[in-house]
Structures are given as C-alpha cells and as structure tokens.
C-alpha cells in the first residue's frame, strides 16, 4: 500500500501527516497550535515558510521545516506498508479520541496488532519498575488479570518488570491490552519481552509515535509516557521511585486530568516512596481491581463485568461498589450485580477435585512445572528456581498464576505451599 492509499482528505495523502510528523517531532508543543493555524499538514508543507515566520519555530525547528524532503516521508509510508505496520493520522476517525485530546498529540501513529474503538472501553494504564519486589508483583498480576476479567484493557509500556506482568496477565485473562513502544516497531526492544511482544501484536495492538528505524534512545522515553498515561482513564501506579519514569507518567495523568491510582507498599522500600508521595497528595488507594473499577462502575454501566472479580485478603466485594457509586451521587443504581459476602470467599483450606482439576487445566506450561516441583510441605521460591529450569522472574508469575487460581498458597518468607483437594 502506498502513502495515497491511506488518503482520507482529497489531495492529502498520508506522507503529508508522516512529513509533519517528522518535522515537528514527538512531543512537540506546538502541534496544537499549528493545526489550529492550518487545516491539515498539506497547507503547512505548502505555506511553511509563512509557518516559520509566523509561529515562531526554533531555528533548528525551522531548518528543519525548509529542508525535510517529501520523498522521505513517502519512504517511510512505503516502509511500513512492506513490512505490515499501519498508519493513522490524527484527523482520521479511528485515531484514539483520548489522544487528541492532548495539546502534544501525536500527528501520526503507526500500529502493529489489532486496532480497537478505545473510545468504547474502559482502558487503564498501568506502569511500575522494571525491578520490583516480589510484593509488587503479586498485586499487579491480580488487579491487571481481575482488571482484564471484568471487561477493561490494559495499556502499558511493554518494558520487563511491572509493564510485562500487567501485558501478560491481560493476555492470560482473555483481555485487550496496548504497548506503547518508545522506538521504531521493528526494533525489537526490550528483547527479553520479544515473546509477550509477539503475543501482544496477534491478539492486542503495539504502537509508536516514532517511525521505523527509530533506536530505543533513553531520552525518548520519557515523551512516550504522556501516551501511556492519555490513552488510560486513569493510571495505576504500582511499584517506583520518587524520581523514576513511573513518576514522569503519574505527572503527566495530573496535567491530562486522568485519574491517578496507586498500590501501598512496604514503607521500608524506596519502590513506595513514589506510590507514597501520590497516595499523600491524593491518589486513590488499590487493594483491588475494584477500588479502580468502583470509580467506573457508573459511566461504563453495562460495559463491566464486577461478578468476574475475585475478593482478595480483606474481602472486598461488588457490594462497596455499589454502595460507593450512590455516595458519589453518580445515580441511583438499584441493580446489585451479585454482591458477595462471607460464605462466599474462597475457602483456601480446601479446593474442590471439579475446581482443581479445572484450574490445573487452565495453567500455563511453567506454572504446571511449579505445581508439579511443590508437592507436600512448604517450599521457598528460592528452591523452586534451583529445582526447575525457570528464572526468578518465571518463578514468581508462575507462582502468581497458582495463587490466583486458588491452587497454592503463600507464607511468610516466600514459601508456598499446595492448597488442599478434596
């Protein structure tokens, strides 16, 4: 497909958008004001030395406008084409709303994966280190698989850490879950996430801002967050430091008027001090996927499904959902979508043989080999990694895959243990 295929204007094709694109940047902040001046990027290429003149461009910014060549835009179209990723341009109707809503929009976006109406969905971003504790990964794999169950998508950075465990547990639940990639699609970055990557392309969407070719620079990072954070509703905050990337995001979620939320975590680690300092200054606290969902539950009605979501540690239920959608005089709802109460917790001193077998069947390779290594007694995470050919990072999402079915529990120091059949 060549650039005049994507034509949605007559007499604008699609090397207009890349060519502005590549003249203004990523994260320009004059996007806003230069289509407020001119109605689409053809009149810009058209009239730029008047643009330069009038807009009041750097002089690298200008240099740049005079000289980018046309041609080299349409490369870039027929790059794509040949190597199957898909371009949109912010004036055409699938080009998520939520992103042109920001005054540093993207001119164009180029896809690879499945394009979805985000408009119709309630997208939650989630973001966290690239290290974090085995605490950090246990909570973000439950809220983003209960997220996921209960009908939301995930978007996230596709970096390893806390962004791979939200991808992967959207996948795993049946979910719909973005990548937003801080390089060219065909760099294949970070390469210990190639796996997810493909998995995310064939059944979610990677985008980028930036064409191919385009090398994973760290100071390019820090632009693509404010997509991460624009494309959510709200963003989930699970694991950082105070001055980490997972703060450059929470920051740009305040200045885009999303909804910021943010795990607890342990006061004796500097992975808190960010989640900390945003609960402080008023994030909402995350014990479950409810406490994000309850936020929701209202302007996504019907679109949700609350039943989906398990209770965790202090049994939280569909019922303070409820009761918090009428005291934030939403509307009156007077349909309760299944409330549970004590009888109905997940009683962990035995597991049904039905339930059991059905739980095991559902599990991927590696946690099988987990749940086949525990067998009686306690067992230490340490000595299950020494036991199979996992790493740790395996270890501990097979080991949370187990806990969230109900097949083993934790005790104190990072032993597990099976969950008894009966």
């Known amino acids: 497909m060549?650039?005049?295929?994507?034509?949605?204007?007559?007499?604008?094709?699609?090397?207009?958008?890349?060519?502005?694109?590549?003249?203004?940047?990523?994260?320009?902040?004059?996007?806003?004001?230069?289509?407020?001046?001119?109605?689409?990027?053809?009149?810009?290429?058209?009239?730029?030395?008047?643009?330069?003149?009038?807009?009041?461009?750097?002089?690298?910014?200008?240099?740049?406008?005079?000289?980018?060549?046309?041609?080299?835009?349409?490369?870039?179209?027929?790059?794509?084409?040949?190597?199957?990723?898909?371009?949109?341009h912010f004036q055409q109707e699938d080009y998520p709303k939520r992103l042109r809503a920001i005054?540093?929009?993207?001119?164009?976006?180029?896809?690879?994966?499945?394009?979805?109406?985000?408009?119709?969905?309630?997208?939650?971003?989630?973001?966290?280190?690239?290290?974090?504790?085995?605490?950090?990964?246990?909570a973000a794999a439950m809220v983003c698989r209960d997220l996921a169950l209960a009908g939301a998508s995930i978007v996230s950075g596709l970096a390893v850490g806390i962004d791979g465990i939200a991808h992967a547990e959207c996948i795993r639940a049946g979910g719909y879950t973005i990548g937003v990639a801080g390089c060219g699609l065909d760099i294949d970055y970070p390469r210990d996430n190639a796996p997810l990557r493909k998995a995310i392309e064939e059944r979610g969407l990677v985008i980028s801002e930036y064409p191919p070719g385009t090398r994973p620079e760290g100071w390019r990072f820090p632009i693509r967050n404010r997509l991460i954070s624009a494309l959510g509703e709200g963003v989930f905050v699970v694991e950082g430091g105070i001055h980490s990337g997972v703060m450059h995001t929470a920051n740009h979620a305040l200045e885009q008027g999303r909804d910021v939320f943010a795990l607890p975590g342990d006061i004796f680690s500097a992975k808190a001090e960010g989640p900390f300092v945003l609960l402080r200054n008023g994030a909402i606290p995350v014990m479950s996927a409810l406490d994000i969902l309850g936020e929701y539950a209202m302007t996504h009605d019907g679109k949700l499904h609350l039943e989906r979501v398990r209770p965790n540690f202090y049994q939280a239920s569909q019922k303070q959902v409820q009761e918090r959608k009428v005291s934030n005089s939403l509307k009156n709802n007077s349909k309760n979508n299944g409330t549970m109460n004590k009888e109905t917790v997940p009683d962990r001193s035995g597991l049904p043989k039905k339930e059991a077998e059905a739980a095991y069947n559902s599990l991927s390779q590696g946690a099988r080999d987990v749940y086949s290594y525990i067998g009686e007694g306690h067992v230490h995470a340490d000595e299950i990694k020494e036991g199979t050919s996992l790493d740790f990072q395996q270890v501990l999402s097979a080991l949370t895959e187990l806990e969230l079915e109900g097949l083993i529990q934790s005790h104190p120091g990072r032993n597990y243990s099976k969950v008894m059949v009966v």
């Not at 949605?8 to 230069?34: I, K, R």
């Not at 540093?104 to 939650?124: A, C, R, S, T």
Request: aromatic share 12%; net charge negative; glycine share 10%.
């Open 2 to 88: 060549t650039c005049e295929g994507y034509e949605m204007t007559p007499g604008v094709g699609m090397e207009y958008y890349v060519w502005a694109a590549q003249v203004l940047g990523a994260g320009s902040g004059h996007v806003q004001q230069v289509f407020e001046v001119y109605e689409n990027p053809k009149e810009l290429y058209e009239q730029r030395e008047e643009a330069v003149a009038l807009l009041g461009f750097s002089s690298q910014e200008a240099a740049r406008i005079r000289s980018y060549p046309l041609n080299e835009a349409r490369a870039i179209c027929d790059q794509c084409s040949q190597m199957g990723f898909r371009i949109v």
């Open 103 to 138: 005054y540093d929009f993207p001119v164009v976006l180029y896809l690879k994966g499945v394009l979805k109406n985000m408009d119709d969905q309630l997208p939650i971003a989630v973001v966290g280190t690239r290290t974090p504790s085995g605490y950090g990964t246990r």
